[in-house]
C-alpha cells in the first residue's frame, strides 16, 4: 500500500516563495505518473503540474516559469518548488501517484498567498 505525506504548506506574502514536499511509502517502483493538484474552494482539482512516465512536465498555464516539478527517487519523495507566488495561487494542493494497480493521493498541504 502507497502511502504519500506532503509538507511545506504555509502562509507567505506576494512574491515569496514555497517548497512542498510529499513523501511515499510503500512500493512506487512501477511509477506511472505523478504530480500536484490544487483545489479552491467551491471549484474542481486542478492539475498544477505532472510528469508521465517517459515524457516531459506538463505544467498549468498559470504557473508555468514559477514552479517547477522535481523528484528524488532515492527518497521516494516528490517536490513542488513555487517561486513568485501570487494570491491566485493559495489553495490546498495535493500530490498524486499513479500506478498500473491505482492512483494514491495525499492529504493535501495549504498554501496561502496573501499581504
Known amino acids: 500500500q502507497v502511502q504519500l505525506v506532503e509538507s511545506g504548506g504555509a502562509l507567505v506574502q506576494p512574491g515569496e516563495s514555497l517548497r512542498l514536499s510529499c513523501a511515499a511509502s510503500?512500493?512506487?517502483?512501477?511509477?506511472?505518473?505523478m504530480g500536484w493538484y490544487r483545489r479552491v474552494p467551491g471549484k474542481e482539482r486542478e492539475l498544477v503540474a505532472g510528469?508521465?512516465?517517459?515524457?516531459?512536465?506538463v505544467y498549468a498555464d498559470s504557473v508555468k516559469g514559477r514552479f517547477t516539478l522535481y523528484g528524488d527517487s532515492a527518497e521516494k519523495t516528490i517536490y513542488l518548488q513555487m517561486n513568485n507566488l501570487k494570491p491566485e495561487d493559495t489553495a490546498v494542493y495535493y500530490c498524486?501517484?499513479?500506478?498500473?494497480?491505482?492512483?494514491?493521493w495525499g492529504q493535501g498541504t495549504q498554501v496561502t498567498v496573501s499581504s
Open positions: 510503500g512500493d512506487i517502483s512501477k511509477l506511472t505518473d
Open positions: 510528469i508521465v512516465a517517459k515524457s516531459g512536465a
Open positions: 498524486k501517484i499513479g500506478t498500473p494497480k491505482s492512483d494514491y
